[in-house]
């Protein structure tokens, strides 16, 4: 194995160090090695981990590998030792014949750097072949006439080593056997055989008496008495059979001439030789011997000329004449027929070619092949029927033509390739081979304008395509690359292959939404968990780069997360309702939806959803106005007798929660006790007289008004109104207070207690104002200023209070203000102090808590102050005596006209009973429900 031998300069080493550093540059050096033929398999070529720059475990991790085109393969890489090494039995002389130098020329290619190194090896000779003639024996036939320092070819022996190793000189020598006598008891098991069945002995017919011929030796395997032991020739007058006995103890049979031959007497003579052994049983064999008599040669056959050259194209067809050798010879008859044949010429050559005997035409016996021989080289001799011979080369040029389209060879592919990849990027390597010679193997590639890829020339017949632009899977996944090869030929022959190239994916699209924005409506009330509305992504990408995934952006909707309101199914993009929804509640959800991708880093986009919550009608109206008791009684409401037709008896005021055409009301008289009394407006819910009041009329008129929206379907509610017929409360009282009961002795009780505690409460007082007057005038003496304000004292407002049995009942302006608008929620009802003047209503109206007495204008005396602050507790105290009584009455089921009274008197007291708690209230309503009923 020889070192590695560098035949770059120092300005080309300094290049390509440089050209290293570069993405996919090809080195332009070449290694060399030399190995002997017949190494064994296995055998060190060269370390070509070292001539690389690699460690020596490297080859598999840097993917160099072998990428010679062609025979089989004669090299490997030995991976573990970084070795090149030879893969088999290598013959230099089938490799290369007989050329002068042979070399194999192999490419490695080194895919992470994406580089391509030349290796060249020569392989040496070694003197493994010994020369060797074409024929084992020869016969050369010399007249005796022949003159001395005549000369006669021989055969040329053929050693397919080279150089030293190959044919060096010619000698005549003896033929000396040594060999190794082993002792092997014989049986006669082999018959004495010839190596031919017949044998042309050819005599001069002047041959003198007693010459002597060889004749074919037989051979028997067999030794001693079995062996061969006398030769036997049929009988004859012109021969005998002469037997010489070698120093080895061989027996050699010779023809002997007895007397002289005449050719034209008898041409030939035919003889029988037996070989006969010893053995027993006896056994021999027999060959058949032809003596032809010659005429006498003087003349060798002569060539016209030493050397033919011919040049023939290689498509030639098979039978096709090449050319023709002549040799000329003066003798006559047999002497001057001349015999053409083949005297040297390889095994290979030998079935290509056909030569005729007679003529010495030579043509194509098989098809010729200019890329497997270009050149052939033979001999051919004439010989004459006297034996003498003359000897010319042939030389036969084989013409190339274009017979063979360009070879195209992947010899490595990169794919997939990312679509991020930048352009010069390797995409493959590329061998390209013509087995044409001349312009007929000069080969040019190239492929379609309209993709993104170009070839690039690199050493030797190899290319790389690279790409020159960025690729963009979403709009080519896939490249059908067609490379045509085409050679320089005429006509042209080309070559196409098709690559295809996966162009791999990376996360460069984000989901997108087909719209900016979506909208929905979905009806309130609807189930929970149902599917209200669908978005769908999409995303050109593909596999975990395209697989999207929706989530909504966190927010909360009245103090509530957005995630109790609404989900969404994360694969599908498809919402869900988690709650029912109220219109009345809420109008509107806000979304933001996300569609995200699974890349590595993940992409995402945006879009809004506005979700509308559609009213249904839900909701019945609510009446506001009268209250509606929760025992089942109604309101009364005051209508004077002397009212006109239109007169506003009360106003029912009710809202709907609904919106739209749901919250439109409509208000309508469903039953009423006196027909044609009274009417209802259908949009404002005003109860007027819709006549004059008779005396016949009943004082007591019961109304049912319905109130209804305009929904589908529509809803409704209704309120009962009971309206007092009379000029005034009193009047009303009168009726109500006409309805005795039953004399108790526990009143009697009760009205004594009241009038011990109207007593009691009434000197307390009147003695703290006493005191209070006393300590005013002591202190009125020392500052003269009390005096001035005691001037400015203001007396107590005129009290609205009317007597009834010593019950005061409180009497304010009825009045009522109502604002309603579209959005039910924005609905508000404004209710001052009611009018009791004008309209009694039962136990609701009894718990408004208002108070008795007027704010005090501050005139910034200490005097006023003091005395409204003792009038003040004068009257809560005679008040809460009052209310004690009232409530023991309350208990023992006193007159319920009374306990009315003494609720509208309670509801203003700032101290209430216990019969104004809901039991005994309910229980006092109740009871002047039956009065009423009685009555």
């Known amino acids: 194995m020889a070192a590695p031998k560098n035949y770059l300069g120092s300005g080309e080493l300094v290049l390509l160090c440089a050209l290293l550093g570069a993405l996919g540059e090809i080195g332009r050096g070449q290694i060399h090695y030399s190995v002997p033929e017949e190494s064994d398999k296995g055998s060190v070529v060269g370390n070509i981990s070292k001539d690389l720059g690699l460690e020596s475990q490297e080859l598999t991790k840097h993917g160099v590998r072998i990428v010679s085109r062609g025979r089989t393969q004669l090299f490997a890489l030995n991976a573990r030792s970084g070795s ?75 050693d397919p080593d080279v150089g030293a190793n190959a044919l060096q000189s010619y000698q005549l020598s003896p033929m000396q056997l040594y060999g190794v006598e082993i002792e092997v008891t014989d049986i006669n098991d082999n018959n004495p055989k010839f190596q031919v069945e017949s044998l042309e002995v050819k005599i001069n017919e002047i041959a003198a008496p007693g010459t002597r011929y060889p004749l074919p030796e037989a051979v ?24 010489q006995t ?78 023709t050798v002549s040799a000329s010879d003066p003798d006559e008859g047999t002497n001057g027929d001349v015999a053409y044949r083949f005297w040297k010429i390889s095994e290979k050559q030998s079935p290509l070619f056909h030569l005729n005997e007679q003529t010495g035409e030579i043509s194509a016996a098989k098809s010729l092949d200019y890329e497997e021989c270009a050149f052939y080289d033979m001999e051919i001799q004439a010989e004459d029927g006297g034996g003498l011979k003359d000897q010319a080369k042939v030389l036969i040029s084989v013409e190339d033509v274009n017979d063979n389209r360009p070879e195209v060879t992947v ?100 989901p997108s939404f ?67 929804f109220d219109y009345e509640q809420i109008q509107d959800l806000q979304l933001l939806v996300t569609a995200s991708d699974s890349g ?65 009301l409509s208000y309508r008289l469903l039953k009423a006790s006196e027909p044609g009394l009274f009417a209802v407006g259908l949009h404002t819910g005003e109860v007027r007289t819709a006549r004059a009041l008779l005396d016949r009329d009943a004082r007591k008129q019961s109304l049912v008004v319905a109130v209804q929206d305009h929904g589908q379907p529509p809803l409704s509610a209704t309120v009962t109104l009971t309206v007092a017929v009379a000029d005034s409360i ?53 500052s003269s200023l009390l005096q001035a304000s005691g001037s400015r004292l203001a007396g107590l407002p005129a009290s609205n209070f009317v007597g009834i049995e010593g019950v005061q009942a409180f009497l304010q302006t009825y009045s009522h203000e109502v604002s309603l608008t579209s959005d039910s929620r924005k609905s508000h009802v404004i209710f001052p102090q009611p009018n009791y003047a004008d309209t009694l209503i039962s136990q609701e109206s ?72 809901p039991p005994y209230a309910e229980g006092a309503a109740q009871e002047i429900a039956k009065r009423q009923k009685i009555k």
């Not at 190899?462 to 899977?473: A, E, I, N, P, S």
């Not at 200490?862 to 005395?867: A, D, E, F, G």
């Not at 409204?868 to 009232?886: D, S, Y």
């Open 84 to 158: 090149l090494v030879t893969a088999g039995r290598i013959d230099r002389e089938e490799l290369c014949a007989q050329s002068a130098r042979c070399l194999v020329n192999i490419n490695i290619l080194v895919e992470d750097r994406v580089q391509l190194y030349g290796v060249e090896i020569e392989v040496t000779d070694i003197n493994d072949n010994n020369p060797k003639f074409q024929v084992e024996s020869l016969e050369v036939k010399i007249n005796e006439i022949a003159a001395p320092g005549t000369r006669h070819p021989l055969p040329e022996a053929v």
């Open 220 to 243: 028997d395997p067999d030794v001693g008495a079995n062996a061969l032991q006398s030769y036997q020739l049929s009988p004859s007058p012109h021969f005998s059979l002469d037997v």
């Open 730 to 782: 009193p009047h009303v009282l009168t009726d109500l207070g006409s309805i005795k009961t039953p004399a108790d002795s526990d009143d009697s009780d009760l009205t004594l207690y009241l009038v011990v505690a109207v007593a009691v409460v009434s000197c307390i007082f009147l003695a703290f104002v006493i005191v209070l007057l006393a300590l005013r005038l002591w202190r009125w003496h020392k």
């Open 411 to 510: 010899t490595s592919l990169f794919s997939p390739v990312l679509e991020n990849t930048p352009p010069g990027t390797v995409i493959a390597f590329l061998n390209v081979h013509d087995r044409d010679s001349g312009k007929n193997g000069q080969v040019v590639c190239q492929t379609r304008d309209d993709l993104p890829f170009q070839l690039e020339k690199s050493i030797n017949n190899y290319y790389r395509l690279v790409t020159w632009k960025h690729l963009d899977r979403e709009e080519t996944s896939l490249y059908n690359i067609t490379v045509m090869a085409s050679d320089l030929g005429t006509p042209s022959l080309s070559t196409e292959i098709h690559i295809a190239l996966h162009v791999a994916d990376t996360n460069d699209n984000p």
């Open 246 to 323: 070698g120093d080895d103890g061989t027996v050699r049979p010779e023809l002997v001439l007895q007397r002289a031959l005449d050719r034209e007497e008898e041409a030939a003579h035919h003889l029988v030789l037996m070989a006969s052994d010893g053995g027993d049983p006896r056994r021999s064999s027999t060959v058949h011997v032809r003596v032809t008599v010659l005429d006498t040669n003087d003349n060798a056959p002569v060539f016209a000329q030493p050397v033919y050259r011919v040049k023939v194209p290689e498509n030639v067809p098979p039978g096709t004449l090449l050319l």
């Open 514 to 580: 087909p719209q900016t924005a979506y909208s929905t409506y979905i009806p309130e009330n609807n189930p929970r968990g149902a599917s209200i509305f669908s978005v769908a992504a999409h995303d050109p990408d593909s596999g975990n780069n395209a697989q999207v995934t929706y989530s909504l952006t966190q927010d909360s909707i009245m103090g509530a997360p957005l995630s109790s309101y609404v989900s969404i199914n994360s694969d599908t993009g498809v919402l869900y309702a988690l709650r029912s």
């Open 846 to 917: 009894c718990e408004k808590n208002d108070s008795i007495l007027t704010s005090i204008k501050d005139e910034g005396a200490s005097v006023q102050v003091s005395s409204v602050l003792c009038l003040h507790l004068f009257l809560r105290g005679i008040t809460f005596f009052i209310n004690l009584c009232f409530e023991a009455r309350c208990r023992r089921g006193s007159d319920p006209a009374l306990l009315w009274l003494w609720c509208r008197l309670a509801a203003t007291a700032p101290i209430r009973p216990l019969a104004w708690e």
């Open 600 to 664: 590595d880093p993940p992409l995402s986009s945006n879009v809004s959803l506005s979700l509308f919550i559609l009213d249904q009608n839900d909701n019945a109206p609510e009446i506001l106005y009268p209250m509606l008791p929760t025992d089942g009684s109604t309101g009364v409401e005051l209508a004077p007798r002397s009212a006109e037709p239109g007169y506003l008896v009360t106003k029912v005021v009710a809202v709907d929660r609904d919106s739209g055409q749901n919250a439109w």
